[in-house]
Structures are given as structure tokens and as C-alpha cells.
């Protein structure tokens, strides 16, 4: 079986703020992991994929992630945040590309 | 232009009249899946279908059916609804051994 936890459902942080958005993960496999993006009223897409190599994943809009297989983590990161980063994020686990399991999301609130 | 298209999306109905939400992709991808999205609760996988007449369970598959009798169409049957699948419901597809998906832009779905 394999599960994402998202503890901060809401993360307000001021613009020009760095952010972490955490993400812990169980699986009995090996993982791939995954951050989407969702706007209001939109549907998701990809922010950026961990499948292997390099454990310090980049991805679009400047964000970047770290999987630590010891912690079991994969949390987002990025340096700076915009007003255009207001959004919902959710972290993914997929053990075998099939079965893909969703975290509850946070919401990113950023104050001007 | 590449894409995952849902009809309709906006759907408000009673309680046990049979509805059919489609999905559809343009991108040739072998795996395609249903999501519910509810407050609090992230998105939850329905079913999913690694190709042509093959789908599988997902962590919510109560009450809905799929099929999958060509590559690009992957259409969520309620053939009952009931109050509480009142929901947004997301179709997304992937190409094989790759994970990303890629998201629709979402039903919303009312039972009354």
C-alpha cells in the first residue's frame, strides 16, 4: 500500500518569501513521485517528477524538490514566491506508474 | 493542440438516473484514469486502464464503472448516482512508463 501526507493544508507566506511546501510518503516499492500545480478553477499540471538519478529535482516556475528516501520526503521548495504561485499544490506517489496516490494539497497564500 | 477533453462539465441530476461523463485524449497515451476531487480530501483515483479493455480499481471504485473499448476514449458511468458523489471529477492520461499526467478540465458533478 503507499500514502502521501501533506501536514500544512495552508501555507500563507509574503511575496518575495522563500516557501517549503512538506510531503512525506509510504511505500512498500520503489517510488516515483510527483508535484502538481492546481489554479482555481483549473484542472492540475505538472510541476516536476522525481523517477530516479539526481535526488534534487527541478521544475517549471523556478520550484525545485528534494527526495530523501531516508525520511521518506519530497518536499517543494522555491526561493522567491510570486503572487502568480497562489495556487493549491499536491504531492503524488506512484509505485508501479498504475496505482497513483494523491496528498490532501495545500493551499499557498501569497500576501502581497 | 495536445489535450485531455471531459463532457459535460457541469452536470446537475437526480438521484438514480444514469449519467455518463466522457473523457477523451488526443496524445496516443496508453494509461488514462478517474479522479474525484472533495475539500479536505485531495483527489482520489476511481479506476484506470493501462490500455484497450484493461482497467483496474482504484481506491474509489464504488459506484461508478468505466470502459475502455478504444485508445483515446475513456468514458465514467454512474449508473446509479447517489448524494454523495456529488463531486469534481478529473480525467487524466499519461503515455507508458512515463507517470506524468496529464488533467482534464474537470466535471462537476451535483446529485440531488
Known amino acids: 500500500a503507499q500514502s502521501v501526507t501533506q501536514l500544512d493544508s495552508q501555507v500563507p507566506v509574503f511575496e518575495e518569501a522563500p516557501v517549503e511546501l512538506r510531503c512525506n510518503y509510504s511505500?512498500?516499492?520503489?517510488?516515483?513521485l510527483f508535484w502538481y500545480v492546481q489554479y482555481p478553477n483549473q484542472g492540475l499540471q505538472l510541476l516536476l517528477k522525481?523517477?530516479?538519478?539526481?535526488?534534487l529535482v527541478k521544475g517549471i516556475n523556478g520550484f525545485e524538490a528534494e527526495f530523501n528516501k531516508s525520511q521518506t520526503s519530497f518536499h517543494l521548495r522555491k526561493p522567491s514566491v510570486h503572487i502568480s504561485d497562489t495556487a493549491e499544490y499536491f504531492c503524488a506517489v506512484s509505485g508501479d506508474y498504475q496505482k497513483v496516490t494523491f496528498g490532501t494539497g495545500t493551499k499557498l497564500q501569497v500576501i502581497p | 493542440e495536445a489535450q485531455v477533453t471531459q463532457n459535460p462539465r457541469y452536470l446537475i441530476t437526480v438521484t438514480g438516473k444514469k449519467l455518463t461523463v466522457t473523457c477523451s485524449q488526443n496524445m496516443n497515451h496508453e494509461y488514462m484514469s478517474w479522479y474525484r476531487q472533495d475539500p479536505g480530501l485531495g483527489l482520489r483515483q476511481i479506476y484506470y486502464s493501462m490500455n484497450v479493455e484493461v482497467t483496474d480499481k482504484g481506491d474509489v471504485p464504488e459506484g461508478y464503472k468505466v470502459s475502455r473499448k478504444e485508445k483515446r476514449n475513456f468514458p465514467l458511468i454512474l449508473e446509479s448516482p447517489s448524494p454523495n458523489q456529488t463531486s469534481l471529477y478529473f480525467c487524466?492520461?499519461?503515455?507508458?512508463?512515463?507517470?506524468?499526467?496529464?488533467f482534464g478540465p474537470g466535471t462537476r458533478l451535483t446529485v440531488t
Open positions: 487524466a492520461s499519461s503515455g507508458q512508463g512515463v507517470g506524468e499526467q496529464y
Open positions: 511505500s512498500s516499492v520503489s517510488v516515483y
Open positions: 522525481y523517477l530516479s538519478g539526481s535526488t
